[in-house]
């Protein structure tokens, strides 16, 4: 079964400063990445997704994250986070296990705090 | 953009009662949609796969019987916490897939925090 590993659960950045949130997940097929975002009080929104294609790929709001297939990775940046960045970012992935399977697993979020 | 609507978004119930949580794609058909279950500073833990007409697949060590899912229409699945137990106090999620050129895309519901006196 498949697994994804964030590796910061709780990150505080200034206004201004470079974001580089961590992404690895564990399994040797194909796979399609997404980054979610959960705004304070809000539901789960869709970031960015991967799913063939120019492994860099971009999202809402700046965002970007880039697929390294030989890493297992797929980690989220952003060059200059603002206050409005602050919420928890979850990675997900989809392993290509079977016809119509569209299960999702998640790693367990990286809150990210932003100080104005 | 594809939108889930999730009720209620907040109940608490006695020990030993029963709760229905809807979860409705508002803008498209979903065949497919997902109840997740999450703990405080925890991942959304998969409990079930809800598919349109048919049987619900459940993941391994959810209880079928206690967490009853239907998915009578492409717009509407519930599910349903039986006999419910101060344990089961926890944010359930739904999301739905929506079945835009063949891609992998889940829309979420904003979740319904249970707690169980």
């Known amino acids: 079964a498949q697994s994804v590993s964030q590796h910061n659960h709780h990150v505080i950045l200034s206004e201004a400063a470079s974001l580089e949130l961590g992404c690895n997940y564990s399994?040797?097929?194909?796979?399609?990445l997404f980054w979610y975002v959960q705004y304070p009080g809000q539901h789960l929104q869709l970031l960015l997704k991967?799913?063939?294609?120019?492994?860099l790929v971009k999202g809402i709001k700046g965002f970007e994250a880039e697929f390294i297939k030989s890493k297992f990775s797929f980690n989220l940046r952003k060059p200059s986070v603002q206050w409005s960045d602050t919420a928890e970012y979850f990675c997900?992935?989809?392993?290509?296990?079977?016809?119509?399977?569209?299960?999702?697993?998640f790693g367990k979020g990286t809150k990210l705090s932003v100080i104005p | 953009g594809a939108v889930v609507s999730q009720h209620p978004s907040w109940v608490i119930c006695k020990s030993g009662t029963s709760v229905k949580i809807e979860c409705r794609s508002l803008d498209f058909q979903a065949t497919t949609m997902f109840w997740y279950r999450q703990f405080p500073k925890q991942s959304l833990m998969l409990m079930a796969t809800s598919n349109e007409g048919s049987k619900a697949t459940y993941e391994q060590g959810v209880e079928k019987d206690k967490f009853l899912i239907n998915h009578a229409s492409l717009t509407l699945s519930t599910l349903t916490v039986t006999s419910a137990h101060p344990e089961d106090s926890s944010f359930y999620i739904c999301?739905?897939?929506?079945?835009?050129?063949?891609?992998?895309?889940?829309?979420f519901g904003a979740g319904t925090r249970l707690s169980v006196l």
């Open positions: 999301s739905a897939h929506h079945p835009r050129g063949g891609k992998n895309i889940q829309y």
């Open positions: 991967y799913f063939s294609g120019d492994p």
């Open positions: 997900a992935v989809n392993a290509h296990s079977g016809a119509g399977s569209y299960q999702l697993t």
């Open positions: 399994y040797g097929g194909t796979v399609n």
